[in-house]
Nanobody, 114 residues
Framework: VQLQASGGGLVQVGGSLRLSCAASASTFSFNAIGWYRQAPGKQRELVAIISRGGSTGYLDSVKGRFIISRDNLKNTVFLQMSTLKPEDTAVYYC?????????WGKGTQVTVSS
């Protein structure tokens, strides 16, 4: 299984970005797919997750600003990020979860400038 994350970039405070995570297998294959981020000097943290059934969960600090969704026909999971803040600056990764196995994509850099 391969995951390809894309959509990062440089954006000003208050701006928006949409990240994409394209999977080489059906998104229904996975128990869940999540977006994580890691800022310099900090631990990687879960930002948003969507289960096979469509349930979603978010990091408290992004609730109301970020939306995770998926397009099952394109085997892609999206993270729509709005009202971006400097503290959202990080490398963003997607991870697909199977029973007993996790698959990570390469990260995409998001930089929010003030």
């Amino acid at each position: 299984v391969q995951l390809q994350a894309s959509g990062g970039g440089l954006v000003q405070v208050g701006g928006s970005l949409r990240l994409s995570c394209a999977a080489s297998a059906s998104t229904f294959s996975f128990n869940a797919i999540g977006w994580y981020r890691q800022a310099p000097g900090k631990q990687r943290e879960l930002v948003a997750i969507i289960s096979r059934g469509g349930s979603t969960g978010y990091l408290d600090s992004v609730k109301g600003r970020f939306i995770i969704s998926r397009d099952n026909l394109k085997n892609t999971v999206f993270l729509q990020m709005s009202t971006l803040k400097p503290e959202d600056t990080a490398v963003y990764y997607c991870k697909a979860e199977l029973i007993g196995m996790d698959y990570w994509g390469k990260g995409t850099q998001v930089t929010v400038s003030s």
